[in-house]
């Protein structure tokens, strides 16, 4: 979610939110606006360089860290914060190099020891062949340490990598239950403008699979080469455990970074191999990880040496291969790793080691049966029950353990009638009496209370309008795009009737259409006595009145828009759900607000907006209705924003310093507008955020880190997993897959994106904000914030997809393939079952009414067969729409119906009807 640019805003925000209660371990917001923490007094900082077939680097002189990264022979850019060496040379700043352990001796408690805590003077150890630097770290890991630890970086065979040997130098057993190597790249955005960052900056993601774990670190514009960093023998990523900042750790904690947590930072993590300690302490609370917590035992005289090594690929589409060539075992989950119970998945996995068995985590939530592959891949077919996060377990011959982790949940029409239902009941407030006219609503939940939040000090969270009061009342909404309930169509007429209409949207006067930032506010002068006095009024987010009925922040209109866009097509294509008014009033206030967010929001339209698509289906329908000076007006705004876009580098500013919001929408105006080659940096940059990675938290997950501050209940800077970001940033990836059907990465990041936005959907309908993916908490915030964001992006892109992929042939996207000779069949289990992608034909099929049963697809003709479902009372005809999106695909004919409004009218029966699509 988003905030307005305003003096101290972290800090202010943090204050606000001082009543929550947060884990052991949380952070509040930094400020982004203090003045920067006085640089340590230390010695300039000497360097060795140092080079190897791939890269570019340099270690301190003094403390033997990374001080410099860069893939050989490139200038300007590097992996590391080098240009911020200097004010991070201290004790207490970590850089890759240093080590953290927790141990404890029989009998004893855990201990702590971090080498950047304290520095102190290293002793250089000998060399060898391949030694880059060694050194015998002990001393700096402080006083009553039972192990010797050195340290070696080195050039082994034309790889760099870093190793440790801990050796117990005791008389007694040493259980090493916390084990950590800082992974310190340059996140940091701070002081950049977006050129800079999109060119100097990186981000990390974590693939946490034990022996098969790796990071991936990219560069923000999405360009390779992406470096690759991968575990040795006894060095399984167990656990991405975050580097607490230290002004806000717990006392006494020295795992800690003096780097500010911000918007501008995410901060930086531990690549964790040991973590039983932390479970047993911090983690004590919180839910599964994503792996068993472990220790070892290292006995007296006992040595173990683990490593990382570092590596590129030379783009990000080549990780996999890349990890294929290093020896490293890959994964690959077709559609991913959300799986409904009514679906089929498939794991393909390619190792050198064979795979001795596959094990389940509860057991038999995921059932893996081997199946026929080719090409090096082993291909299993994953069947699941239950719910919530599983975990497979891969043990290989060599003794290496891989896990991936699925999400299981019910079948999609299901978990569509669950969120409609919670929505429109739990959620539905509407009472006489309340002061800022909220009735009838839907407001935000907080799933741990259960109970409607009416009153927060962040004010737009009660108050139905910016995304953390928005988010629920969409989710509503986009619901009924192709699940309509008319009990549930009845309420949000209503609500946007007496509510959006009468309250939220000022519908009079001279800024007729504009949308207010929140319905509620802070006036105790006019209201004494309502607001909770437990709760602190006192910050910058309790708008005054005047402040609430701002009409200036542009993402608040997209929400309304989508009420009534969704309004106007319920209306306009089926019968008897829609009854307050006919289809033109609402497609009319739909035009009228997006001319309103250009009138009344200037400023912050110039950004691109979460759910910006809902223009582009707006400016169709009025082309489709004939209102062609509507359109051409809306055009001609839209062309504007665009023109600006298309002058900029990398168009995806906002409010914030950067952003993964404004991709989606102006990819899309690209697109509209043949901007083609804004269109594919808009493409790479989201690639360069947005991985492919076997767990159901990360694959697709957009980076967002800083959103649990304006509409969480634990309100702290923590990666996000599932936030809005990932559903809406599918979108534009599944538009331009459909373009380039043999980019198979692309669908599978899309895919990975839209169903991740499920999983926030608890098993009664709930839908929560984001998951916590630091280990102390690994749960869902109890707050619906702004989930209603992605659940519009899987809303409009839910869709299936039948592919052939060469290597791993016929593929099912959101439904089960069953080939017979040159025929391929596919039923449809996405949550419409309105829109088919045939992608060896290029074919886009589309429906506004109806749904696609099962269809066909010929291989030899190319024809393609849908069986659409009878009619029902609410739709007794079929529209569809029909589009060849490649270049070489030949163009389709519809045999049967009616061509009117841009599609095909289909009647529908009281028995399945067929319809062919013939290429011409």
């Known amino acids: 979610m988003k905030r307005p640019l305003t003096p101290l805003p972290l800090v202010a925000l943090a204050l606000a939110v001082a009543s929550t209660v947060l884990p052991l371990g949380a952070t509040c917001a930094a400020d982004e606006s203090a003045p920067p923490q ?26 033997q860290t990374l001080a410099h990264l860069s893939p050989l022979g490139t200038t300007g850019f590097d992996f590391v914060p080098a ?67 050195e340290r070696r970086w080195v050039n ?31 996140n940091i955005i701070r002081d950049r403008d977006l050129d800079q960052a999109h060119a100097q900056a990186s981000f990390v993601d974590p693939y946490i699979g034990r022996d098969a774990g790796y990071l991936q670190v990219t560069r923000l514009n999405g360009q390779g080469p992406a470096l690759l960093v991968l575990p040795e023998k006894d060095t399984p990523l167990e656990a991405y455990r975050p580097v607490l900042e230290a002004r806000s750790a717990p006392a006494g904690d020295i795992f800690t970074d003096r780097s500010p947590r911000s918007q501008v930072s995410e901060g930086f993590y531990d690549w964790t191999i040991a973590s039983k300690g932390f479970a047993e302490r911090e983690w004590a609370k919180a839910g599964e990880q994503w792996n068993v917590p472990t220790s070892f035992t290292l006995a007296p005289g006992a040595a173990r040496t683990i490593g990382l090594r570092f590596i590129t690929a030379p783009s990000i589409r080549a990780i996999e291969d890349t990890l294929v060539a290093h020896q490293r075992p890959v994964a690959v989950g077709i559609p991913g790793y959300v799986v409904p119970t009514d679906q089929t998945a498939s794991l393909f996995l390619k190792a050198p080691s064979k795979v001795v068995a596959i094990t389940s985590e509860p057991a038999g939530a995921l059932r893996a049966t081997a199946e026929a592959a080719g090409h090096g891949w082993a291909r299993y077919r994953i069947q699941t029950s239950g719910w919530g996060q599983a975990r497979l377990t891969v043990a290989y011959a060599d003794g290496q353990k891989q896990t991936v982790s699925y999400y299981i949940t019910k079948p999609l029409d299901r978990v569509m009638a669950d969120l409609g239902a919670f929505t429109t ?44 009061g928005a988010g629920s009342w969409v989710a509503a909404a986009i619901k009924q795009l192709d699940n309509p309930d008319p009990v549930e169509v009845g309420k949000l007429e209503r609500l946007v009737d007496e509510t959006v209409l009468g309250t939220l949207q000022i519908a009079d006067g001279p800024h007729q259409g504009g949308v207010k930032k929140s319905i509620f506010y ?44 969704l309004l106007y097509r319920l209306a306009r294509n089926t019968q008897g759900l829609v009854h307050q008014h006919d289809w033109r009033f609402y497609l009319d206030w739909a035009y009228r607000t997006t001319v309103a967010m250009m009138r009344d929001a200037p400023y912050y339209a110039e950004f691109g907006q979460m759910e910006g698509d809902v223009f582009l289906d707006i400016l169709a329908d009025l082309r489709h209705e004939g209102l062609t000076a509507q359109a051409d007006e809306v055009e001609r705004l839209m062309k504007a924003r665009a023109d600006h876009w298309r002058g900029m580098k990398y168009p995806f500013g906002s409010e ?3 952003d993964s919001t404004g991709q989606p929408e102006v990819y899309a105006w690209m697109r509209h507008f043949g901007y083609q080659p804004q269109a594919d940096v808009t493409r790479e940059v989201i690639l360069g955020y947005d991985p492919a990675i076997p767990s159901w938290g990360y694959n697709g997950n957009a980076r967002r880190y800083w959103d649990f501050l304006y509409g969480g209940k634990v309100s702290r800077i923590e990666r996000q997993i599932h936030h809005y970001g990932s559903a809406l940033n599918a979108v534009p990836l599944f538009d331009a897959f459909r373009q ?144 060849t999106t490649t270049t070489s695909g030949r163009p389709y004919a519809v045999t049967s119906g009616t061509l009117e409004r841009g599609g095909y009218t289909i009647p529908l029966g009281t028995s399945p009807v067929q319809v062919a699509l013939k290429p011409r």
Do not use: C
């Not at 001796?105 to 855990?110: C, N």
């Not at 005791?170 to 790249?185: D, R, S, Y």
């Not at 004494?528 to 200036?552: C, F, H, M, Q, V």
């Open 38 to 63: 006085p640089a340590p007094a230390y010695p300039p900082i000497q360097t060795t360089p140092l080079r190897t077939p791939t890269f570019d680097l340099a270690l301190r002189t003094d403390t």
């Open 83 to 149: 240009g911020r060496e200097a004010e991070r040379a201290g004790d207490g700043y970590v850089h890759i190099g240093d080590i953290h352990i927790r141990l404890r001796t029989p009998g004893g408690d855990w201990r702590d020891f971090s080498s950047a805590h304290a520095r102190r003077p290293l002793a250089a150890l000998p060399g060898g062949r391949g030694i880059l630097a060694a050194a015998d770290i002990t001393a700096s890991l402080g006083a009553g340490l039972p192990l010797r630890v």
């Open 156 to 186: 082994d065979h034309g790889v760099l990598a870093l190793r440790f040997t801990l050796v117990n130098t005791g008389a007694v057993p040493v259980e090493i239950g916390g084990l950590g190597l800082p992974m310190v790249f340059d």
């Open 425 to 468: 009941t739990q959620q539905w407030f509407e009472g006489k009496g309340d002061p800022f006219h909220r009735s009838p609503a839907i407001l935000s939940y907080d799933h741990q209370d259960h109970r409607i939040i009416t009153q927060d000090a962040r004010v737009w969270v009660a108050g139905m309008s910016d995304e953390g």
């Open 522 to 565: 802070y006036d105790p002068q006019q209201f004494p006595g309502y607001y909770d006095p437990s709760i602190n009024w006192k910050t910058w987010t309790s708008w005054s009145r005047k402040d609430a009925e701002d009409l200036g922040r542009s993402y608040n209109y997209p929400h309304v828009a989508v009420g009534h866009w």
């Open 656 to 658: 914030m310093a950067w």
């Open 740 to 883: 380039n059907p043999s980019d198979l990465h692309l669908l599978r990041v899309a895919y990975g994106g839209m169903m991740g936005g499920i999983t926030n959907i608890a098993q009664d309908g709930f839908g929560s904000a984001a998951f916590h993916s630091w280990p102390d908490m690994m749960q869902w915030d109890a707050l619906t914030g702004d989930y209603g964001m992605g659940f519009y992006g899987h809303a409009i892109a839910a869709a299936t997809y039948l592919v052939r992929d060469p290597q791993l042939g016929w593929l099912g996207f959101g439904g089960d393939v069953t080939p017979q000779g040159k025929v391929i069949g596919i039923v449809p289990r996405d949550g419409a079952r309105r829109r088919l992608f045939i992608a060896p034909a290029g074919l886009w099929i589309t429906l506004q009414e109806g749904h696609i049963q099962r269809a066909t697809y010929d291989t030899g003709s190319g024809e393609v067969t849908l069986m659409l479902d009878p009619a029902s009372a609410t739709q007794p005809v079929a529209r569809l729409m029909a589009e």
